[in-house]
């Protein structure tokens, strides 16, 4: 089992940035490939970005291309969301994914097997 845990959210201004990280325990993420989802109010929780096990290929949503970067550290079994330029429709909970069986398509959320509980983040304009 892994568990993990999100954390880094908060409240921000419109322009601003934050950094997410998630950060896993009861086995290491090195071989898993993870991805970063949101899920707005009254809305399907929806892709942002994936990264594969070694971090050499990374993958975005149009809307955060340019604005978000994906990063993991395997030594220290973490994955990070940087975000900046932040609009008020990134307003959401930021849920941290792994993909530990592999295969399937790092867009879908049935391709992962791990979940965290989600931070807030929130957008003010």
């Known amino acids: 089992q892994v568990q993990l845990v999100e954390s880094g959210g908060g409240l921000v201004q419109a322009g601003g940035s934050l950094r997410l990280s998630c950060a896993a325990s009861?086995?290491?993420?090195?071989?898993?490939?993870m991805g970063w989802f949101l899920q707005a109010p009254g809305k399907e929780r929806e892709f942002v970005a994936a990264?594969?096990?070694?971090?050499?290929?990374?993958y975005y949503t149009d809307s955060v291309k340019g604005r978000f970067t994906i990063s993991r550290d395997n030594a220290k079994n973490t994955v990070s969301l940087q975000m900046n330029s932040l609009k008020p429709e990134d307003t959401a909970v930021y849920y941290c994914?792994?993909?530990?069986?592999?295969?399937?398509?790092?867009?879908?959320?049935?391709?992962?097997?791990?979940w965290g509980q989600g931070t807030q983040v929130t957008v003010s304009s």
């Open positions: 994914a792994a993909n530990a069986r592999g295969g399937g398509t790092y867009l879908y959320i049935s391709s992962y097997d791990y």
């Open positions: 009861g086995r290491t993420l090195s071989s898993y490939r």
């Open positions: 990264i594969s096990w070694s971090g050499s290929s990374t």
